[in-house]
Antibody
């Protein structure tokens, strides 16, 4: 069974950093592109970015490129999202998802982890 | 960025047909693919893939869901609507980076 579980969310002060993790199981993690999507409270989905199998290609939505860094550890079957200079606008549920590159869609999503940026 | 426009809400009766539209600000089709995908999200849950490449049903998705369209205009159809289908539906394009999502259409009971 494919399983993605995010962790690392919580309450963080404005201007601080936070690193999220996504533990993958039930599939060959190093064969897939992976991505991050977020959803602010009561709002729609926002594509953050994606990373290929060997981390040689990482794509970001331009507005987040200088704040967020996506990485992965294939030995640990884990995807990461390093977030810096957090502001209230970054308050959201953060989802990791598996990408299928035949048509570039997300076929499996984790349950998400909530990040709240507040003093 | 490619902007995807969806109506905010759609009211439908159980057993009837629901048609949810998504319009792209530029074509998301190539000669071989229609790079538009649909997701369902219920309150408190993560999104779930329904349709990929405009018209392909994802695994385990009931046949009452279908998708169509090409270029800039796409449609998700649910026929007949069941109570379990009450959710928010999002389109997503993967034709260009950054990938983008529509704002979502909330399916409500009439």
């Amino acid at each position: 069974e494919v399983k993605l579980v995010e962790s690392g969310g919580g309450l963080v002060q404005p201007g601080r950093s936070l690193k999220l993790s996504c533990a993958a199981s039930g599939f060959s993690f190093n064969d897939y592109w992976m991505g991050w999507v977020r959803q602010a409270p009561g709002k729609g989905l926002e594509w953050i970015g994606e990373i290929n199998q060997d981390s040689s290609t990482i794509n970001y939505t331009p507005s987040l490129k200088d704040k967020f860094t996506i990485s992965r550890d294939n030995a640990q079957n884990t995807l990461y999202l390093q977030m810096s200079k957090l502001g209230s606008e970054d308050t959201a549920i953060y989802y990791c998802a598996r990408a299928l590159t035949s048509y570039w869609y997300f076929d499996f999503w984790g349950p998400g982890t909530m990040v709240t940026v507040s003093s | 960025d490619i902007v995807l426009t969806q109506s905010p809400a759609l009211a439908v009766s159980l057993g009837q047909r629901a048609t949810i539209s998504c319009r792209a600000s530029q074509s998301v089709s190539t000669s071989s693919y229609n790079l538009m995908h649909w997701y369902q999200q219920k309150p408190g849950q993560q999104p779930k893939l329904l349709i990929y490449d405009a018209s392909n049903l994802a695994s385990s998705i009931p046949a009452r869901f279908s998708g169509s369209g090409s270029g800039t205009d796409f449609t998700l159809t649910i026929n007949p609507v069941q109570a379990d289908d009450i959710a928010t539906y999002y389109c997503q394009q993967s034709r260009e980076l950054p990938n983008t999502f529509g704002a979502g259409t909330k399916l409500e009971l009439k």
